[in-house]
């Protein structure tokens, strides 16, 4: 493990369980800038299929990292940010890659009241994901993780909500959002490789988010935005249920 002489400016997380298949590519992708200003830390779930092998073959290349159970994606993301010294925080998948250099994010780190957000490049589907956000657009969407930098100082007050295993860090920016203290800055740069293929956000639904989204809508978004989703939420459920009812006539053959 490096050992810290001073502050690094940015801390790279990556949470991984039996990732054996793709965590060195990842390592590999943040390796190579790992230094004074630049901490790695990598939160291992208790793999047992050789994960914690690769990760202990990169140890001069990590700056931290730890195997033992966790609770989920999000509460080893918190552990993770335990861990972290950086002035800002950058989340990487263990099937994901850096694909910009540090040394093109850090001048753009400017305001630590400031949570800055790029693009990420979507391996499977090949589409970049996805330009500027507005309060529309984040109340349907939410912004890539893998291509947020958060001031460090976010998670004293907005830790992940575990109640959400998939996309808690879409309640996160919902609250970034509402909170004033902080605002959101679009830089035109990808900053990340996602692998969209096998990330558990896109396979899975998150269902406790699903049931929690209309009051998410109505506590973090002006009335209209909070109106016109809701009615459309409200309406697709309507109308699901309505089909599910409707009996399908046997086809005679004559």
Not at 97 to 115: D, F
Not at 154 to 180: A, G, I
Not at 209 to 224: Q, T, V
Request: neutral net charge; charged residues 20%.
């Amino acid at each position: 493990m490096t050992i810290i002489t001073h502050p690094p400016i940015l801390s790279i997380i990556t949470v991984v369980r039996n990732g054996v298949a793709s965590i060195k590519t990842c390592i590999d992708s943040v390796a190579k800038y790992v230094g004074p200003d630049i901490e790695y830390i990598v939160i291992d779930g208790g793999s047992s299929d050789g994960t914690i092998d690769i990760i202990s073959k990169h140890d001069n290349a990590i700056t931290f990292w730890s195997s033992e159970p966790d609770e989920g994606i999000y509460d080893a993301m918190n552990k993770g940010l335990r861990q972290a010294h950086g002035q800002w925080v950058l989340f990487l998948g263990c099937d994901d890659e850096l694909a910009v250099s540090p040394s093109q994010l850090i001048p753009c780190l400017k305001s630590a009241q400031t949570i800055y957000y790029g693009n990420a490049y979507w391996r499977h589907s090949g589409r970049t994901h996805d330009g500027p956000f507005s309060a529309v657009k984040l109340a349907r969407t939410n912004i890539c993780q893998q291509a947020i930098l958060y001031p460090r100082s976010v998670f004293s007050k907005h830790p992940f909500n575990l109640r959400y295993r998939l996309q808690s860090d879409w309640e996160l920016n919902m609250r970034c959002f509402t909170d004033h203290e902080y605002r959101f800055e679009y830089l035109p740069l990808t900053i990340s490789v996602y692998n969209d293929a096998t990330g558990a956000s896109t396979l899975s639904r998150d269902l406790a988010l699903e049931a929690d989204y209309i009051s998410l809508l109505w506590r973090h978004f002006p009335g209209p935005i909070a109106a016109w989703y809701s009615a459309l939420v409200i309406g697709g459920r309507i109308l699901r249920k309505l089909r599910m009812g409707c009996k399908i006539p046997a086809v005679q053959v004559k």
